[in-house]
C-alpha cells in the first residue's frame, strides 16, 4: 500500500474526523474439466473521510492518494457534514470516542507463489479429480486470493493498521443420475495467505475423496418427508443460521429500524444453553478468521455478548448507535471498501459449544435428519429464514441412514433457538464466503453441532 504520513492532516480536522487509506487485491482462476476458463486479477485503493457535525455524517472519498486529493477529501467530507446539517436542522452533542491504537500484519512464513504456482496447484487438484474420478459429469475448481490493508487515522487521537490476507479453493463435483445433474461443493483454506494454505495437496486429496463418496451417495438418496422434525445440525450450517437468521437482528442499526430484536432484551429468547456472541479477533486463545483489532470508525473492538444463557444481553454497536443506547460501542463499525461508508457488521459471530459428542446427538434421534451443508439461504428481521440444504442424511434409530437430495429448511429462527436440547462440544469457524448488507463483507461464523428442531420443506 501506498505510503503516506494521514497524521500530517489532522489540523485539518474541525470536528470529529474519520479518515482511512485502503488497498484491495484480487486474483482468481477457474477451471472447468480440464480446462483454464478465467484468469483475473484487480486491485481498488483510495483515500475516504467521514466528518459528523451536530449528529450529521459527512463522507468523501478518492482514488487518487496523493497530497493534494487527501487534503481536498477532508475538506469535502467536512463542507458536506455542514450542508446537510443545515438542511436537517439536528443540533446533536458530539460523539464521545475513546481512542484505538493497533497494527496487524500476519507475517509470511513462505515465499509468495507465482500466478502460475498457483494454476499450477489448482490444475494438480483437477488432475487427480480427472484421473481418479472419470465418471463424474464435470467438474469445477475456483480459487481466490485476497489481501486487504487499511490505515486510519481520527481526530479524537487513533491511529491503526490492518492487512488482511485470505485464500480459498472451491471445488464442484457433478454426476448424472438418470438425466437429473446431483452436485456437491467444498471449500478449502481460510485466512492468510494462498502458499501456506495449499503448498501440501494431500489433505485437499482426501477432503475430495469424502466430497466424492458423499455425492455418489447423494445420487442414489431421495427426499426427506415434510414436516417439523428433529435434526442435527453441523456446525457449518449453525454457523450460517447464526449470521443469517440471528446476528442480522441484533446490529443496533436493524433494531433501530424495528427488528424482532428490538422487543425482547433482557428477556428469553433461547435454550439456557444456548450463548452466542460476535468476536473481536480471537476466542480461547487464538486468533480468530476475521481479527478486527479497531473497527473503522477508529473504535477499539471488543467482543460483544449477544446471547448469555438463552438470554438476549445485547446488541453490536457502531459509536452512534452505542450513544443513543446508552452503551459502550464494540467496534463492529465496518466498510468494504475505500468508498464505502462504514455500517455496523458481524465479525466473528458464534454460537458457543456444549457438553456433547456429535455421536451422542445422531444417537439420540430416533427419526430425523443430520444436515451438512446449506447454500441460498434467506432471513428477514422478524428473524423468519429458509435454507436450501444440499447435504444432508437421514437418521432412524440413532444411525445415520441414506443420503438425501436437495431440499429446503425454514422456521424462525428466535423460535428454533428455543429447541435447542444439545450442543458439541468441538465447533468449527468458516469464512469463504460474503455477507451482504448494502456492501459486501468478509465475515466469519463459529458453531457446534446443534440438536434441535426445524420445519422441513421437501425438495429444493
Not at 500530517?8 to 474526523?17: I, K, Q
Not at 458457543?352 to 428481521?381: C, F, H, R, W
Amino acid at each position: 500500500m501506498k505510503d503516506i504520513d494521514l497524521t500530517a492532516y489532522r489540523d485539518l480536522f474541525r470536528s470529529h474526523t474519520e479518515m482511512r487509506v485502503q488497498e484491495s487485491t484480487q486474483s482468481s482462476f477457474s477451471i472447468i474439466n480440464g480446462k483454464v476458463e478465467q484468469n483475473i486479477e484487480n486491485s481498488s485503493a483510495g483515500v475516504s473521510a467521514r466528518v459528523y457535525h451536530k449528529g450529521v455524517w459527512g463522507f468523501a472519498s478518492t482514488p487518487v492518494i496523493d497530497h493534494d486529493s487527501v487534503g481536498e477529501v477532508v475538506r469535502a467530507a467536512t463542507a458536506n457534514a455542514k450542508a446537510f446539517q443545515s438542511l436537517s436542522k439536528t443540533d446533536k452533542p458530539p460523539l464521545e470516542a475513546i481512542p484505538s491504537r493497533s497494527s496487524f500484519s500476519p507475517k509470511r512464513v513462505k515465499e509468495p507463489f507465482s500466478k502460475k504456482e498457483n494454476l499450477d496447484r489448482l490444475l494438480a487438484i483437477d488432475a487427480y479429480i480427472a484421473k481418479k474420478y472419470p465418471d463424474l459429469k464435470s467438474r469445477a475448481l475456483v480459487t481466490r486470493s485476497q489481501q486487504i490493508e487499511k490505515r486510519w487515522i481520527t481526530s479524537f487521537g487513533s491511529e491503526a493498521f490492518s492487512s488482511y490476507p485470505r485464500a480459498h479453493i472451491y471445488v464442484t463435483l457433478t454426476r448424472d443420475k438418470n438425466g437429473d445433474s446431483i452436485e456437491n461443493t467444498e471449500v478449502f483454506g481460510g485466512f492468510g495467505y494462498f502458499e501456506e494454505q495449499f503448498d501440501d495437496l494431500c489433505g485437499i486429496h482426501r477432503r475430495i475423496d469424502e466430497l466424492y463418496e458423499h455425492l455418489r451417495k447423494k445420487a442414489e438418496g431421495d427426499y426427506p418427508k415434510p414436516g417439523f422434525q428433529d435434526v442435527v445440525l453441523s456446525p457449518y450450517v449453525g454457523g450460517i443460521l447464526a449470521h443469517e437468521a440471528i446476528g442480522h437482528t441484533v446490529e443496533a442499526d436493524l433494531v433501530k429500524n424495528g427488528s424482532i430484536a428490538r422487543d425482547f432484551l433482557n428477556e428469553k429468547v433461547a435454550s439456557d444453553i444456548v450463548t452466542m456472541v460476535d468476536f473481536a479477533h480471537h476466542y480461547k486463545g487464538e486468533l480468530l478468521r476475521v481479527p478486527v483489532f479497531t473497527d473503522d470508525e477508529g473504535t477499539e473492538a471488543i467482543d460483544a455478548v449477544l446471547i448469555d444463557q438463552g438470554v438476549l444481553r445485547g446488541y453490536m454497536h457502531n459509536l452512534e448507535s452505542a450513544h443513543e443506547f446508552g452503551c459502550a460501542p464494540t467496534g463492529n463499525a465496518r466498510g468494504f471498501e475505500f468508498s464505502d461508508e462504514p455500517l455496523i457488521r458481524m465479525r466473528n459471530t458464534a454460537i458457543l459449544p456444549g457438553n456433547s459428542s456429535l455421536e451422542e446427538m445422531i444417537a439420540s434421534v430416533d427419526e430425523g435428519y443430520y444436515l451438512m451443508k446449506t447454500m441460498n439461504g434467506q432471513a428477514d428481521s422478524t428473524s423468519e429464514f429458509m435454507f436450501g440444504i444440499v447435504q444432508a442424511y437421514e437418521i432412524k434409530n440413532g444411525k445415520l441412514g441414506r443420503a438425501l437430495r436437495d431440499f429446503t429448511v425454514s422456521g424462525v429462527a428466535f423460535d428454533m433457538l428455543k429447541t435447542i436440547t444439545m450442543l458439541s462440544s468441538e465447533m468449527a469457524w468458516e469464512n469463504s464466503g460474503y455477507c451482504g448488507k448494502k456492501q459486501p463483507m468478509i465475515v466469519s461464523t463459529g458453531s457446534p453441532a446443534i440438536k434441535c428442531k426445524m420445519l422441513i420443506g421437501g425438495r429444493e
